[in-house]
C-alpha cells in the first residue's frame, strides 16, 4: 500500500512539475507577447508566399510592412525570468542574448529591404527579398528554437 502510494504522490508531482511549466508560459506577459509577434509575422510570410509564389492576390506592401510594424512592437521580448515555462525557446537565448540579438538585426535588416522591394513593385526583388528575410529567419530558428 505504501509503495501505492508513494508512486501516486511521484505522479502527482511530476504532473504539477508540467502544469506549472505549461502555466508559467501561457501567463507570463513576455512569452505571450513574443510568441503572438512571431506568429504575426509568420502569417504575413504565409501571405506573401501565396502572392509571390504562388499567384495569389494581395498587397505585398501591407504585408512586408505589417512584418517591420511587428517586429518594431517586439520591445524587450526576452527579460530575464521569461526563460520558464514550455516554450521552443533555447537556454541559449538567454546565454548568449549577444549573438541572440545579431540574428534579430539581420531579420529586421533583411525586412526593411523586403519593404523597399514592394514599395518598388518589382517582382524579382520582393522575391529575392522574401527569400533573405526567410533565411534570416532560418538561420535564427536553427540556433535559437526547439523543434
Known amino acids: 500500500m505504501k509503495k501505492i502510494i508513494l508512486a501516486a504522490c511521484v505522479c502527482a508531482t511530476a504532473f504539477i512539475g508540467v502544469a506549472y511549466e505549461a502555466f508559467a508560459a501561457e501567463n507570463n506577459p513576455a512569452i505571450v507577447h513574443r510568441q503572438s509577434t512571431y506568429k504575426v509575422v509568420g502569417g504575413h510570410m504565409g501571405s506573401l508566399k501565396s502572392i509571390l509564389f504562388l499567384g495569389g492576390k494581395g498587397d505585398t506592401v501591407y504585408h512586408a510592412e505589417s512584418i517591420k510594424a511587428a517586429w518594431d ?36 535588416g533583411a525586412t526593411l529591404s523586403l519593404v523597399e522591394a514592394a514599395k518598388s513593385g518589382d517582382q524579382a526583388a520582393q522575391v529575392e527579398a522574401f527569400k533573405t528575410l526567410g533565411g534570416a529567419c532560418k538561420a535564427c530558428h536553427k540556433e535559437f528554437r526547439k523543434k
Open 73 to 108: 512592437h517586439m520591445g524587450k521580448a526576452y527579460p530575464k525570468g521569461s526563460d520558464v515555462g514550455e516554450t521552443r525557446a533555447k537556454p541559449e537565448i538567454w546565454t548568449n542574448m549577444d549573438a541572440y540579438m545579431e540574428k534579430g538585426k539581420a531579420a529586421y
